[in-house]
């Protein structure tokens, strides 16, 4: 066998494994930067949700 003979399907099988493993990777980026974003935001939604309770309290609605 010669290294130029391959298979047409199998070529287009090792293509769509690439794919499928680089839509993978940019799926799981995404995730990752939603995460940080959420861990980066942790302080300011803390800071709201303390206003929010400081608010209510003053207001007699706990």
Same mark, same amino acid.
């Given at each position: ?9 199998? !070529? ?5 494994? @690439?794919?499928? %493993?680089? =839509?993978? &990777?940019? +799926?799981?980026?995404?995730?990752? /930067?939603?995460?940080?974003? !959420? ?5 300011? @939604?803390?800071? %709201?949700? =303390?206003? &929010?309770? +400081?608010?209510?309290?003053?207001? /007699?609605?706990?």
């Amino acid at each position: 066998m010669d290294r130029a003979e391959i298979d047409t399907d199998d !070529l287009l099988k090792l293509v769509l494994l @690439l794919v499928v %493993v680089w =839509l993978l &990777v940019e +799926i799981v980026e995404t995730v990752l /930067d939603v995460a940080f974003w !959420l861990f980066d935001a942790i302080p300011t @939604l803390i800071g %709201v949700a =303390l206003v &929010v309770v +400081i608010a209510l309290r003053l207001a /007699d609605r706990i």
